[in-house]
Structures are given as C-alpha cells and as structure tokens.
T-cell receptor, first 115, second 110 residues
C-alpha cells in the first residue's frame, strides 16, 4: 500500500534553534498534506494543510510564522519549527491521501524535544 | 465537520469480537465514515472506511446504520496487538482533511 515517510523520527534541539521535519509520499503524488501535533495523552490536533505550489492553510491559533510549511513538490512537504522553545516539544505527525473519499496515510511521527 | 461521539474506553479479552460504536447524527449525504487507530508512539493507521454499505477488509468490518447516523467497527477476534486508540472520523466537507476527536481506547486482556 501507499506509504508516507517522515524524517527524523526523533530530534532534540536547543531552545532558540530551528528544526525541519520532512514528510514524503513514497509512491503517490499528494497535492495536499496535513500536519498534526500531539501532546502526551491527548488526541491529534490539526495544525495546517500543506498545499503543493501554494501557501499552507493554518488552523485557528497556529502561528504561521512559527511553523513554516513548504510543499515544493508533489511528494514532499516540510514543517520547520522556528525558534523552538520547550513548549514546542511534542509529537508531530504528517499525513497525505489520494483525495476525497480515499484513505489517509500517516507518517511514523517525529518526537521533538526542545531543551 | 460532522461531529462524532465515541465511548472513551472499552475492554475486551483476547480472541473475542469487539464492537466499537460511533455516533454521527449530523452526518451529511456525502460524508464518508473513516476509522483509524493509533498505537502508542506511532502515527495513526488506517483501518477501514465506507459511505453507505457495510465494508469488510482483512483488518475489520464496518457496519453502517441504515440512516447512517451511527456505525460500528467490528474486530472479529481481538489480539493484544489491537490495543490502541480507535478514531471514528468524518472528513471535513468534501475534502480529505481529518479532524480527530478523543477516540476510544481499547484494552485487550490475555
């Protein structure tokens, strides 16, 4: 089946630095990808919709200047957490599908720890 | 988004069938019903989805009520590896955007 690959799976960074997370659709083209964040013992929270060739659409309350999303090709979306702080420590997950009415495929997630 | 309601938790014994309910009384005619599950420290995994008719695949069955206001995910023989949080989701209006609720945490006992 189709696979979405996310990298890195785990990252530790210093406070104030930026971290980039990659999400790739390995065997299909995804014009739209989604980024989620999940805190311990909570559900996934949708952060933004990544649109190939255009600006991302952010959910209410998500800072677009803090969480930069780039979707430069049909198989790659990146999420950059800029000037990371300890409160940004979380589990970040991406997903993609082949369109309305089809199943979604999720990356394995990236655990970000900001120290 | 059409809202879904699921029990917070359910328990099952190994090798017994499990019926996970989901209410979605505000569902519209074009809303698909999706089920995903998430094991600890992993991204969610697709389980099954359907529109009107019941669906079967190698993982589970999806029973959809005639009025489509509720559905049930059926695991025919639970295994310890089925212990996870199960999410019933109706993608946001004619898109593939998934908004996750709190889901049902399934515990499976040996």
């Amino acid at each position: 089946g189709a696979v979405v690959s996310q990298h890195p799976s785990r990252v530790i960074c210093k406070s104030g630095t930026s971290v980039k997370i990659e999400c790739r659709s390995l065997d299909f083209q995804a014009t739209t990808m989604f980024w989620y964040r999940q805190f311990p013992k909570q559900s996934l929270m949708l952060m933004a919709t990544s649109n190939e060739g255009s600006k991302a659409t952010y959910e209410q309350g998500v800072e677009k200047d803090k969480f930069l999303i780039n979707h430069a090709s049909l198989t790659l979306s990146t999420l950059t957490v800029t000037s990371a702080h300890p409160e940004d420590s979380s589990f970040y997950i991406c997903s993609a599908s082949m369109g309305f009415g089809t199943e979604a495929f999720f990356g394995q997630g990236t655990r970000l720890t900001v120290v | 988004d059409a809202k879904t309601t699921q029990p917070n938790s359910m328990e099952s014994n190994e090798e017994e069938p499990v019926h996970l309910p989901c209410n979605h009384s505000t569902i519209s005619g074009t809303d698909y019903i999706h089920w995903y599950r998430q094991l600890p420290s992993q991204g969610p995994e697709y389980v099954i989805h359907g529109l009107t008719s019941n669906v079967n695949n190698r993982m589970a069955s999806l029973a959809i009520a005639e009025d489509r206001k509720s559905s049930t995910l059926i695991l025919h023989r639970a295994t310890l590896r089925d212990a996870a949080v199960y999410y019933c989701i109706l993608p946001s209006g004619n898109t593939d955007k998934l908004i996750f609720g709190t889901g049902t945490r399934l515990q499976v006992f040996p």
